[in-house]
């Protein structure tokens, strides 16, 4: 059985930093791309940051270049978003998930698998 669980999440001021966590359980971790999603109110989902399975290669959205930052430790099974001089525009819902991939993905339909998300606020 295949778990992701995310933490880290909360409620934080505009310029302030958190870092999100997600652990991966019931697959070989280090054989998957991982990748970032949130969904803000009344939004669709969007694309955050995806890493490729031997944490060589990343991309992001436009919107959070410079900004957020994706790394992991395959030997904890855990992929992190370091997130920095968050804007009111950040807060959402963030999921971390994979599907099939090592290379790096931005594509929603490539994920097979998804955690229940974790709530981000950034308070003006």
């Known amino acids: 059985q295949v778990q992701l669980v995310e933490s880290g999440g909360g409620l934080v001021p505009v310029g302030g930093s958190l870092r999100l966590a997600c652990t991966v359980s019931?697959?070989?971790?280090?054989?998957?791309?991982m990748n970032w999603f949130r969904q803000a109110p009344g939004k669709e989902r969007e694309f955050v940051a995806s890493i490729n399975g031997g944490a060589y290669d990343t991309d992001y959205n436009d919107s959070v270049k410079g900004r957020f930052s994706i790394s992991r430790e395959n030997s904890k099974n855990t992929v992190y978003l370091q997130m920095d001089r968050l804007q009111p525009d950040d807060t959402a819902v963030y999921f971390c998930?994979?599907?099939?991939?090592?290379?790096?993905?931005?594509?929603?339909?490539?994920?097979?698998?998804w955690g229940k998300g974790i709530l981000v606020t950034v308070s003006s």
């Open positions: 998930a994979f599907g099939t991939q090592f290379a790096i993905t931005s594509r929603a339909d490539q994920m097979n698998y």
């Open positions: 019931g697959r070989t971790f280090r054989n998957y791309a």
